[in-house]
């Protein structure tokens, strides 16, 4: 059993496959900061991909420029959208599916939620880290083939926004958030408890799969 945690530095997610003795590696065009270098492909993710090695992959796209989060660079101007922002929104856009239809039997594409300009297709699962027993929340989405929906495993009623929202709502007297997150790798690692979901519920069928 292989599976593959593409666009991952920090090793969030195959560590956690790792521990339950599947045979996981993290790939992105960065080195590692999990600690693990001898799991970690350093290279082209969508080559990786399609190399026809891997029984399950687990994607984390980029999101820059595909994400709501960007849209005051979207639409610099109320109504006018900016051609050289939505031209690189595009290029994210194929790499995104270049990812969910790489030739894999199980995957699943993580990503926030995206501007609907972008074109994305509709996703499988919203899940927040409050859902996995962390006190933040960070809605982020899963697009999956041929696997379930992952099950909240630790609920947690009292959390704060991890990410920075409507920081410029506050010259206008709007509500807003700083976030918790320190800069833009910790706001794109995996959380711990998601990651450890990721890794019992869907590394459990995998194996059932693969020994029937």
């Given at each position: 059993?292989?599976?593959?945690?593409?666009?991952?530095?920090?090793?969030?997610?195959?560590k956690?496959?790792?521990?339950?003795?599947?045979?996981?590696?993290?790939?992105?065009?960065?080195?590692?900061?999990?600690?693990?270098?001898?799991?970690?492909?350093?290279?082209?993710?969508?080559?990786?991909?399609?190399?026809?090695?891997?029984d399950?992959?687990?994607?984390?796209?980029?999101?820059?420029?595909?994400?709501?989060?960007?849209?005051?660079?979207?639409?610099?101007?109320?109504?006018?959208?900016?051609?050289?922002?939505?031209?690189?929104?595009?290029?994210?856009?194929d790499?995104?599916?270049?990812?969910?239809?790489?030739?894999?039997?199980?995957?699943?594409?993580?990503?926030?939620?995206?501007?609907?300009?972008?074109?994305?297709?509709?996703?499988?699962q919203?899940?927040?880290?409050?859902?996995?027993?962390?006190?933040?929340?960070?809605?982020?989405?899963?697009?999956?083939?041929?696997?379930?929906?992952?099950?909240?495993?630790?609920?947690?009623e009292?959390?704060?926004?991890?990410?920075?929202?409507?920081?410029?709502?506050?010259?206008?007297?709007?509500?807003?958030?700083?976030?918790?997150?320190?800069n833009?790798?910790?706001?794109?690692?995996?959380?711990?408890?998601?990651?450890?979901?990721?890794?019992?519920?869907?590394?459990?069928?995998?194996?059932?799969?693969?020994?029937?």
């Amino acid at each position: 059993m292989k599976v593959l945690v593409a666009c991952e530095e920090s090793q969030a997610v195959a560590k956690e496959f790792r521990k339950i003795g599947i045979e996981a590696y993290s790939c992105d065009i960065q080195e590692c900061s999990g600690g693990y270098p001898e799991w970690h492909i350093k290279g082209d993710a969508i080559a990786e991909a399609y190399s026809g090695k891997y029984d399950m992959m687990i994607a984390h796209p980029p999101c820059t420029f595909m994400s709501k989060a960007g849209a005051r660079w979207m639409f610099p101007t109320a109504g006018n959208l900016s051609e050289e922002r939505f031209e690189k929104s595009q290029e994210a856009k194929d790499f995104f599916m270049k990812m969910l239809n790489a030739p894999i039997k199980y995957i699943a594409v993580e990503n926030p939620t995206p501007l609907k300009v972008v074109g994305l297709p509709m996703h499988t699962q919203a899940v927040q880290p409050y859902e996995y027993g962390h006190p933040y929340s960070k809605r982020t989405l899963l697009w999956l083939k041929n696997l379930n929906p992952l099950n909240p495993t630790e609920i947690i009623e009292n959390y704060t926004p991890y990410l920075p929202s409507n920081t410029g709502g506050k010259k206008r007297g709007q509500s807003y958030s700083r976030g918790t997150s320190k800069n833009a790798k910790e706001s794109s690692k995996t959380f711990k408890g998601v990651a450890e979901a990721m890794a019992n519920q869907w590394g459990a069928v995998l194996k059932h799969k693969l020994n029937e």
